[in-house]
């Protein structure tokens, strides 16, 4: 990697890193409203990504990408780094846009989903059941977009052509696991008894993997890392992503929708099939545990449904169950970068410390 | 390009480009299934990919890949140019599967739709309702990983990375001009009143650049085209591309169902802003024009009303100027060719010349 770090950009402040990426998205997305207006096409397409892209969102992904370059030895942010970490924030925009499609989410960064926005704007024109059907649709259009812009974001970065070719198969490895990871997310939601095996094997792949481990390995490639570097940070990326979703599968239920931004009842209307969910419905007594499968996915559920299942949820021991998941695989993935220290530079490994624990203990 | 042809492929010969692109799509789909193997990952994922992808297609954006290849002087049919023209493939899959999403369309090739297709699967083991919701994400999902991996069949085929530097654009900008196509598709599919321009704007993103134009520089530049040798395979796409969107409308509505293999009233019930339509409405009597106008996407549409339809848009004599349109066209895209006969290879405008001819004169 040959361009030099912009020398505003402060290292390891998971802030500047946020405003770099941030910057960098903004100047891509007016570069395609001028493409657009030059080739006359409509304005509001990359209105409605601007909007959706640049309203919040923990930009963890980059995050980790940038801190991947660091631990493997890169210095400053250069731009070809940003870059790549505003790809992999557009992919994701991508992701979660068809995901609440998929779900049927109402809310998202405590705003209208964005086929729910559209759906909206739609109806000021057209009737409802219309309204529905386009909301929905140009939604998944536009996720459809965003992954087709990440791409070009990622190929237009500046990543010389020697390392293009160890980013590309990670990039390719990483759409595919976080595919699968939907896949058996969605076909397991609908079945009468979650699986314990399947959830841990969807949070592996839509989290440790998709939000942790392959975005540190992409910035680390950028940095030339070794193999070795690369295997100690997927051993600190899977228990970490694990009691990262763990983290947010309590919070989807016990947390506060004011810090959140999403209802503390959809993962239970949604009848996800979290580590949470299959362990309360292996700990609780038979008849809670029958209880909570009866309201677990029920679309009218009500606040007093939803507390009795809070109630069964906690009182069988699975809510502080997977606290102490939490805290045991913070532990595990603190010593790995322990152990790792000769592998990984000191700044990067304090970074991606911070990230752990910032990651674990949030409320939102 | 440094890899040989393979000397089993007769060049020019539409049906063995066909068979080594789909040998090309075989390999990798194994290949994809030994990965999902040794992942532990579901193996049906692959299996309904291969089925969508191997049963049937006219493989057009391959052939005009690889008719680009040699319009611009390309020998044989090198490995690295099938794989390009097999992702082109893939990434077909990927919009066809999401436009019959959007489209609700039931039949794709003579076959159930995707999402139809995986709805009767789902509902073996789940009710009606659920049934429908998963056959219609994990179509979306299915979409969504045909994306993915035609970006990993072009990064995989062998291009050198000097070439890559000219075809990533292209491939970019193909996409995009897709998707903006389809966006202007389903916003003007749901008004009142088609406007021709916006059909026309449609015709030229979704046809006759994303079929045509894209498909021919992709392989062109392989072949190290200069800018002149793009500038004609567009001249000769515009007008082809257009012709052979018209031809397909007048299918659509006038087309023998058992060989096109979807239904002649499926435009009509949707309401699809052909250019077709435009004409008719615009040239039809006050009277005709406004039963046409209550008849168009009318999702209840009974046979006797679509044959009334096809009565006003052939009595009115838009069917016949479409039919005067598409000689016109032709004509144009033929006269592009013999005017560029210096610049392109003489093997590869006659086969130009062929394809252009099918492509107007089909019945499917």
């Known amino acids: 990697l040959t361009a030099t770090a912009d020398p505003l950009i402060a290292p390891y402040d998971p802030s500047t890193i946020r405003t770099a990426v ?36 923990k930009r963890l992904r980059p995050l980790f990408c940038v801190y991947g370059w660091h631990a493997a030895g890169g210095r400053g942010v250069p731009p070809p780094v940003v870059q790549t970490a505003a790809a ?38 057209h009737e409802r059941p219309q309204a529905r059907w386009l909301g929905t649709h140009v939604a998944v259009l536009l996720g459809d977009l965003a ?53 841990l094997k969807v949070v592996q792949l839509k989290t440790a993997k998709y939000t942790i481990e392959r975005p540190l390995h992409l910035g680390a490639i950028l940095a030339g890392a070794s193999d070795a570097v690369l295997r100690t940070l997927s051993d600190y990326a899977m ?13 989807g239920t016990f947390g506060d929708p004011e810090l959140t931004g999403k209802s503390d009842d959809d993962d239970l209307r949604e009848g996800k099939a979290t580590v ?3 362990l309360a419905l292996a700990r609780a007594d038979p008849h809670a545990s029958s209880s909570l499968r009866r309201i677990l996915g029920d679309r009218s559920l009500t606040a007093a449904q939803a507390d ?50 910032t990651a674990l203990k949030r409320h939102s």
């Open 308 to 357: 009795t299942a809070r109630q069964i949820i906690a009182g069988c021991g699975a809510r502080q169950e997977v606290e102490s998941l939490i805290r045991r695989y913070h532990a595990e993935a603190i010593r790995v970068l322990d152990r790792g220290a000769s592998l990984l530079s000191p700044n990067g490994s304090q970074a991606l410390h911070a990230l752990a624990t």
């Open 276 to 278: 949470l969910v299959a």
């Open 147 to 199: 992954f087709a812009w990440s791409g070009e974001l990622l190929h237009t970065a500046g990543i010389s052509s020697a390392r293009m070719d160890r980013v590309l198969p990670v990039v390719s490895r990483m759409r595919t696991e976080m595919m699968y990871g939907q896949y058996l997310d969605l076909v397991s939601s609908r079945t009468e008894v979650p699986d314990p095996a399947t959830s």
């Open 88 to 125: 992999l924030e557009v992919f994701h925009a991508f992701a979660l846009i068809h995901d609440d499609v998929m779900d049927e989410s109402d809310i998202r960064r405590g705003r209208p989903s964005l086929h729910r926005a559209l759906e909206s704007k739609f109806a000021l024109h």
């Open 22 to 57: 941030d910057r960098c998205l903004d100047t891509f997305l007016s570069a395609k409203a001028q493409e657009a207006a030059s080739d006359h096409m409509p304005p509001d397409v990359v209105e409605m990504l601007r909007e959706f892209l640049l309203s919040g969102g």
């Open 239 to 251: 228990p970490l992503g694990t009691a990262f979703q763990l983290r947010d599968d309590l919070l």
